[in-house]
């Protein structure tokens, strides 16, 4: 399962909790000489791609490009797309993404991640209801991708405030030609703290579930969810560990237990279930 990862890293602000950092951000020029080189060596037959954080159009417009190329050398190929534009009522990346998200990139993607705010702001639409969230989800398929993941949600919980409410929906066509539409809803336990790189993991987790269990997003979604409790909830306890009674850990300590985790990603325990909603 070859696996391409495209992204450019953020020179503009640092991680969550950090206030400093260095580096440099790889340009869109940048990124096509390195294509043309994976190219030049025949390396370039991949089964999934995987992109996520970006801040600039010219680049996503050549993540694009790429995209369809390598779906002409493979129409199976399977782009994973986290759309990431914002959170919370508010972007934190460059208002002209949004046109290039809405226009191209989702037009080419196969699944996609957004939380509830990129998911309305892709759409048009307000999520306030779960209907509501059905209704963007079909939205989001008739832009392109055949499976949409809402990862978080300001939906209530049935199981009270502890809880969020993610939801995902997987169209899928018959032999016949027909089509049926598998939907989703996961109840995920909140966790006091901020992590650095919990969408970056949750977007691989799902790249690699909906490969093992492509025609049953149930199964997929649950072992993701599951994946990212027990990755968070090793995290939580180890900084809790390390910060001392009483005090609240911080961005370091915060960071996340993936080696420790191996095992948990590899197979999970599933320890949160999806209820099928349609």
């Not at 991640?113 to 702001?121: C, H, K």
Request: glycine share 6%.
């Amino acid at each position: 399962m070859p696996v391409v990862v495209l992204g450019q890293s953020d020179g503009s602000r640092p991680p969550a909790g950090y206030s400093h950092w260095k580096g440099q951000v790889l340009t869109a020029d940048e990124l096509h000489v390195l294509y043309e080189g994976i190219k030049l060596n025949k390396v370039h037959q991949y089964d999934y791609v995987l992109t996520g954080y970006t801040r600039d159009t010219s680049f996503l417009e050549m993540v694009v490009d790429i995209i369809q190329e390598l779906k002409r050398a493979n129409p199976n190929l399977v782009y994973v797309c986290d759309p990431v534009l914002g959170d919370h009522g508010s972007m934190y990346v460059p208002q002209n993404l949004y046109p290039v998200y809405k226009n191209k990139v989702v037009p080419v993607a196969d699944i996609i991640t957004p939380n509830q705010f990129e998911a309305e702001l892709l759409t048009g639409k307000n999520i306030t209801t779960e209907k509501d969230a059905v209704e963007v989800m079909d939205l989001l398929h008739a832009m392109g991708p055949d499976t949409v993941v809402i990862t978080s949600s300001d939906l209530p919980s049935r199981l009270g405030d502890r809880f969020l409410v993610s939801l995902g929906s997987q169209r899928k066509v018959r032999p016949d030609g027909s089509r049926t539409t598998q939907r989703v809803r996961m109840e995920v336990h909140k966790v006091d703290a901020v992590f650095v790189g919990t969408g970056d993991l949750f977007a691989a987790m799902l790249l690699a579930w909906t490969h093992h269990y492509p025609d049953d997003l149930k199964m997929a979604c649950e072992k993701t969810f599951s994946v990212m409790h027990h990755v968070i909830q090793r995290t939580i306890s180890y900084a809790h560990e390390l910060a001392g009674p009483g005090r609240r850990p911080s961005p370091p300590q915060l960071e996340l237990r993936m080696v420790q985790s191996k095992a948990d990603i590899e197979d999970p325990a599933i320890v949160l279930e999806a209820t099928v909603i349609s």
